[in-house]
Nanobody, 122 residues
Framework: QVQLVESGGGYVQAGGSLRLSCVAS?????????MGWYRQTPGKERELVAT???????GYADSVKGRFTVSRDNGKNTMYLQMNSLKPEDTAAYYC???????????????WGQGTQVTVSS
């Protein structure tokens, strides 16, 4: 089991910054491989924003490259998303994701946080 809790969302004007945090806990945190941030707006599919591997390799959606930075502190089981130069189109519910592969799993599992809302005004 892995539990994920996001925090840091809120209201911000265009051009502003926010930092999101995701704390992982539970029995299987040591089995986590990659983690990522997704976002979703009403009526649209959830989309990948950024990923980070257990070794720190990062990936970003084209829409956020140069503005967002994902990082990970494995000792604290925490992932961060630093969001700069925010745009109204960044408005969404942001979700933390963790992929875990443990020896007692029949397959790999994805775990999700509850989401945190980010609203960017024009």
């Amino acid at each position: 089991q892995v539990q994920l809790v996001e925090s840091g969302g809120g209201y911000v004007q265009a051009g502003g910054s926010l930092r999101l945090s995701c704390v992982a806990s539970g029995r299987d945190t040591t089995c986590i491989t990659s983690m990522g941030w997704y976002r979703q707006t009403p009526g649209k599919e959830r989309e990948l924003v950024a990923t980070i591997s257990s070794h720190g390799s990062q990936g970003y959606a084209d829409s956020v490259k140069g503005r967002f930075t994902v990082s990970r502190d494995n000792g604290k089981n925490t992932m961060y998303l630093q969001m700069n130069s925010l745009k109204p189109e960044d408005t969404a519910a942001y979700y933390c994701n963790a992929e875990a592969v443990c020896d007692d799993y029949l397959r790999g599992f994805d775990f999700w946080g509850q989401g945190t809302q980010v609203t960017v005004s024009s």
